[in-house]
């Protein structure tokens, strides 16, 4: 798959090495100005390089600095801390709102409980106190076969 390695001797190769040549100095010539009147500026300007060449574009005005925003008569920090003094307030408003209901709520459901207890009570009394069939006074409790009604026993 892959070919057998084999060692070749090193073969020397002719190699040229270039010099570099010194560039002329240039000769710095000022650039001619081209006259502007004051409080103008032309549409197209052209600009006379060093070496002849003549360079021609548009005018272009110089950057605006971004307005600065204008600052707050109150600090940020101000008016987060008051704002998170707000939230607080209502916080607490609606803890003590919840309380109230809390407790309110408590008093309905012991009222509740209360009113079904004299309910039931009622319903026991009457279950008690009823003929209900049987008009000789006592209490009739059977066990085994005996009866016993009070204190007599009656087999």
């Not at 009622?122 to 085994?144: E, P, Y």
Request: glycine share 8%; hydrophobic share 45%.
């Amino acid at each position: 798959m892959y070919p057998d390695h084999t060692h070749h001797p090193p073969t020397e190769r002719a190699v040229e090495v270039h010099q570099p040549a010194p560039l002329p100095p240039a000769t710095v010539t000022p650039a001619p100005v081209v006259p502007v009147q004051p409080g103008t500026v032309p549409a197209v300007a052209s600009i006379v390089l060093p070496d002849g060449r003549v360079v021609t574009g548009y005018a272009i005005n110089p950057a605006q600095p971004e307005p600065l925003a204008a600052k707050p008569p109150v600090s940020r920090t101000a008016v987060n801390v008051a704002l998170g003094g707000l939230g607080f307030l209502a916080v607490c408003g609606g803890l003590i709102l919840l309380t109230s209901f809390i407790a309110a709520l408590t008093a309905f459901i012991t009222q509740l409980i209360i009113l079904a207890a004299v309910i039931f009570g009622g319903w026991i009394a009457v279950q008690i106190f009823s003929a209900n069939g049987h008009h000789d006074a006592g209490t009739t409790v059977n066990i085994r076969r005996a009866v016993f009604k009070r204190n007599h026993f009656h087999g």
